[in-house]
């Protein structure tokens, strides 16, 4: 599912604003009979669909829940400039609402402590609205639609209840968890590159710059992105925060106005510290900025009265600074919305910018970063230079081409092998057994993915499993094309059962194997224990125990047997994770699929050589 409004500027030319709700005024007719399905739309028609919602009955009155102060700020003030007539209430901190207003506007944070939901009569709204939707499966959110009637789909054709809004330019959650738990239909979709050609957002020029940094030993947090305070001490470095600024200043020196990305906020200090080290006049804003002064360093900021305005986790969200025409990623991310979110901010339109120009600092590395060029499908290090979004796409497809012509050649290597034998086959790549085993290659791409230690077991198929017997597999869902993730839970041994296992349940299914692998980590991070299941474990590189290397040698011959001492126990344990899943098996196959093609080749050879033996050279009998 795509969550998306796109990224559409919040404010800009009322004709902008028309023309979008012009050409969606079908979707919005449609919500005028009730009753009313929930809905994600694009943000332009945010406050004009208030008054599209039809009153029935006593329900007239609307809220609106958004997460952070300056999302509460922004939806009041556009609400009272929209609506004069109109009352408008904050439920926030210490603005107490009446919960009687016509419009009100609350932080979900404030709403649900205490009981300051009791005020808020379900039977008198006919809409909640939700800003940064993405967000809406969250513990908070779904309390607030419990108490309006908006929990269970099933209820919504049966139970009077208000119209239930998202909007989002953040197309999916990177813990995989489906908005589809309370969103059901999507009215406006679009993809941000789409809206660039198309004059919704600025275009963007794009410029990775290499670091040198190890973001390998660098932990998984809560949140499946890099641990803040291990990335901060990778990246807040004298050389690292020297090449920053040394980029922006070769790159970017000229343009007004420059936002920055920081890890934390001493990768603020002192990264501030050093851009003002070079004479530059930058300035910051953290969580911890008092409000009057952020308030006015960001005014400042768009005034254009100084070129550079760093932050940490404060403009990932809803922040609408048009003027921005230049974004430094200084800091690492795992979250592809993460990402699409700093990219944002440069994207609003404003007069006299041509485009914004993203300069992404990455780091090598096969730990699942994502970066600007894995936006356009690309290698997560792919260094490019001012390369807009039609240069991306080009060179995304002369890789494609080239991967292809790659692919074409190893396939006419493989061909030679069994030339033009009826039934000719493409033989295994093993000469063994045991090669199979220890093959890591199926593992590789699903672990730049994954915190977790998953194992290719061939087909598509992807197995993590714990010390208990349990496991999660992620494989094939059918000719659909999309992926299922099925999670295997073992019996004790007092159940009596043909299978070892109980009922296989599906926990996630998709059509992206990216969002079926981190709706798999985030139930793998439930009912799994952290320390069998995460590759990064120090016991994983410790020496593999007798009872591995034992249970390794029953199926090797006694000339070749491993000791302890030949692989790690994390090795071992992937090894054997092939083993019971099916490896013997496939090698069997493909084995008896060789010795097939080789008979047939030797009855060929056979056959040629009878046909020559009966040609006679020499005068014909008489």
Not at 318 to 326: E, K, L, S, V
Request: hydrophobic share 35%; glycine share 6%.
């Amino acid at each position: 599912m795509h969550p998306v409004g796109a990224g559409l500027p919040a404010e800009g030319p009322q004709e902008t604003g028309r023309v979008a709700c012009d050409r969606e005024r079908q979707d919005c007719e449609q919500l005028r009979f009730p009753p009313l399905p929930s809905l994600i739309i694009g943000q332009v028609i945010f406050t004009h669909l208030i008054d599209r919602i039809p009153t029935v009955g006593d329900a007239s009155q609307t809220l609106i829940l958004a997460h952070r102060r300056e999302l509460v700020e922004q939806a009041a003030r556009h609400c009272t400039l929209a609506y004069p007539l109109k009352h408008v209430d904050i439920e926030m901190g210490n603005n107490h609402a009446s919960g009687a207003a016509d419009i009100t506007v609350a932080s979900i944070q404030s709403i649900m402590s205490g009981c300051r939901l009791d005020k808020f009569d379900p039977s008198r709204y006919k809409l909640v609205l939700v800003d940064e939707a993405h967000h809406i499966v969250s513990s908070t959110y779904l309390g607030v639609l419990e108490h309006f009637g908006l929990r269970h789909a099933a209820d919504w054709e049966t139970v009077s209840a208000p119209a239930l809004v998202g909007v989002s330019a953040t197309f999916s959650r990177f813990d995989g968890q489906k908005l589809g738990a309370v969103i059901d239909h999507i009215v406006y979709h679009r993809d941000y590159v789409d809206m660039i050609e198309e004059n919704w957002l600025s275009d963007v020029m794009f410029t990775t710059v290499q670091m040198k940094v190890d973001l390998s030993k660098v932990g998984t947090g809560a949140n499946k992105d890099f641990q803040t305070a291990a990335l901060s001490k990778a990246i807040d470095t004298e050389e690292t925060n020297e090449l920053v600024v040394k980029a922006w200043k070769t790159r970017a020196k000229e343009r007004n106005s420059t936002l920055v990305f920081c890890v934390d906020l001493s990768h603020v200090t002192n990264l501030t510290a050093k851009f003002r080290q070079y004479g530059v006049d930058a300035q910051f804003v953290t969580g911890d900025t008092p409000r009057k002064t952020r308030s006015a360093r960001v005014d400042a900021f768009r005034n254009g009265d100084f070129p550079v305005l760093l932050n940490c986790g404060v403009f990932t969200e809803g922040t609408d600074i048009p003027n921005i025409d230049c974004v430094l990623l200084a800091r690492p991310t795992k979250s592809r919305n993460l990402l699409v979110q700093m990219i944002g901010r440069g994207m609003r339109l404003h007069k006299g910018k041509e485009n914004c120009h993203v300069i992404d600092f990455v780091a090598a590395l096969s730990t699942g970063v994502v970066s600007t060029p894995t936006l356009f499908g690309l290698d997560p290090a792919e260094i490019v230079e001012n390369a807009g979004t039609e240069d991306m796409a080009k060179l995304k497809e002369r890789k494609e081409k080239e991967k292809e012509r790659e692919e074409e050649v190893a396939e006419v290597k493989r061909q030679t092998v069994a030339k033009k034998l009826t039934g000719s086959v493409t033989f295994t790549d093993y000469d063994s057994v045991h090669d199979l085993i220890a093959d890591t290659s199926g593992d590789q791409y699903i672990r730049r993915l994954s915190e977790f230690a998953w194992v290719g077991v061939g087909d598509g198929r992807y197995i993590l499993t714990t010390n208990g017997g349990n496991y999660l597999i992620i494989e094939p869902s059918g000719e659909d094309g999309g992926f299922q993730a099925r999670y295997y839970r073992k019996l004790p041994w007092s159940a009596k059962s043909k299978s070892p296992y109980a009922t296989p349940r599906v926990v996630a299914q998709s059509e992206s194997f990216e969002h079926i692998v981190h709706a798999a980590d985030t139930f793998a991070s439930e009912v799994f224990e952290h320390i069998w299941i995460s590759k990064s474990q120090s016991w994983r590189r410790s020496r593999a125990s007798q009872a591995q290397v034992d249970f390794l040698n029953k199926l090797r011959p006694k000339e070749d047997q491993l000791t302890a001492e030949d692989l790690t126990k994390g090795k071992a344990g992937d090894m054997i994770t092939r083993i019971k899943h099916g490896a013997k098996g496939r090698f069997d196959k493909a084995s008896a699929k060789k010795k097939t093609a080789d008979r047939m080749k030797d009855r060929a050879s056979t056959i040629e050589k009878r046909l020559q033996g009966q040609v006679q050279v020499g005068p014909l009998s008489a």
